[in-house]
Nanobody, 114 residues
Framework: VQLQASGGGLVQPGGSLRLSCVASESIYRINGMGWYRQAPGKQRELVATVNNGGSTNYIDSVKGRFTISRDNARNTVYLRMNSLKPEDTAVYFC?????????WGQGTLVTVSS
């Protein structure tokens, strides 16, 4: 399964972006899907997860600002990001929330800067 993330870009602090991640095959069999990010010089971290029932989880630093969702009919996972901060700057990826992981795609770069 190939994962293609898109929707990143340069945004000012306080701005919003919506990321999309399209899978080449059905993601229905993967109960938990997640968005990850990797900032320069840091390890990749799991930011948000969503399961087939719609239950979501977030790391504390993005709670109330980010919203993850999925559309299994479109093989797509979304991440809506509001009130963006400079510390949100990173390359964002989607993948299974738990092992075994799918092949990591290129990700999409989000830069929050004035």
């Amino acid at each position: 399964v190939q994962l293609q993330a898109s929707g990143g870009g340069l945004v000012q602090p306080g701005g919003s972006l919506r990321l999309s991640c399209v899978a080449s095959e059905s993601i229905y069999r993967i109960n938990g899907m997640g968005w990850y990010r990797q900032a320069p010089g840091k390890q990749r971290e799991l930011v948000a997860t969503v399961n087939n029932g719609g239950s979501t989880n977030y790391i504390d630093s993005v709670k109330g600002r980010f919203t993850i969702s999925r559309d299994n009919a479109r093989n797509t996972v979304y991440l809506r990001m509001n009130s963006l901060k400079p510390e949100d700057t990173a390359v964002y990826f989607c993948n299974a929330a738990n092992p075994p992981f799918l092949s990591w795609g290129q990700g999409t770069l989000v830069t929050v800067s004035s």
